[in-house]
T-cell receptor
Framework: IAGITQAPTSQILAAGRRMTLRCTQD?????MYWYRQDLGLGLRLIHY???????GKGEVPDGYSVSRANTDDFPLTLASAVPSQTSVYFC?????????????FGEGSRLTVL | GQNIDQPTEMTATEGAIVQINCTYQ??????LFWYQQHAGEAPTFLSY??LDGLEEKGRFSSFLSRSKGYSYLLLKELQMKDSASYLC??????????WGAGTKLIIKP
């Protein structure tokens, strides 16, 4: 089934550890995004990529890094996790420049930092 | 600053009609989206409005007034499976999405 795959779906992590959340899409969308979702807050953009080889900072980029080596993959890395990074992380993709540009979301990665 | 406001929670009865409002203040406007998110799941696209007026899609309709910075999502013939959070998002002049916190809709039999 075409779509976006995230891994892991859930993870408990000790503070200070490094963690990479994986995201792969097979829809050939040019744009990809990482959001975090916390209770009572709207989705907040961490980083985005408009096309392979380029990335940009979103609203809350500190403590996170991304890379976009190819069209399909967009991993998110926490270099040294802190408890405030406990959240649900959603990867999304879209086709920019065509249609509505609606986002397609992965199933999410629930991360707990202790 | 940029802001999206929508009610935190609403309750409605199965078979009834409910209207979820969204007001926004953003730097420019390039479209408004509604997404549905069931508990523990990913958001899924419901509707898109870029021009004023009503867009109808089955039991769901979405309305936009750009001059008032206002939209609503209308759900008719409510079903139990419509229990979910409904997210309003506006694309600003930089083509970035600004998200509301979501409205949790509870459907009672």
């Amino acid at each position: 089934i075409a779509g976006i795959t995230q891994a892991p779906t859930s993870q408990i992590l000790a503070a200070g550890r490094r963690m990479t959340l994986r995201c792969t899409q097979d829809m050939r969308h040019n744009a990809m995004y990482w959001y975090r979702q916390d209770l009572g807050l709207g989705l907040r953009l961490i980083h985005y990529s408009n096309t392979a080889g380029t990335t940009g900072k979103g609203e809350v980029p500190d403590g996170y890094s991304v890379s976009r080596a190819n069209t399909d993959d967009f991993p998110l890395t926490l270099a040294s996790a802190v408890p405030s990074q406990t959240s649900v992380y959603f990867c999304a993709s879209s086709v920019q420049g065509e249609g509505t540009g609606e986002l397609f979301f992965g199933e999410g990665s629930r991360l707990t930092v202790l | 600053g940029q802001n999206i406001d929508q009610p935190t929670e609403m309750t409605a009865t199965e078979g009834a009609i409910v209207q979820i409002n969204c007001t926004y203040q953003t730097s420019g406007f390039n479209g408004l989206f509604w997404y549905q998110q069931h508990a523990g799941e990913a958001p899924t696209f419901l509707s898109y409005n870029v021009l004023d007026g009503l867009e109808e899609k089955g039991r769901f309709s979405s309305f936009l007034s750009r001059s008032k910075g206002y939209s609503y999502l209308l759900l008719k013939e409510l079903q139990m499976k419509d229990s979910a959070s409904y997210l309003c998002a506006v694309r600003d002049s930089n083509y970035q999405l600004i998200w509301g916190a979501g409205t949790k809709l509870i459907i009672k039999p």
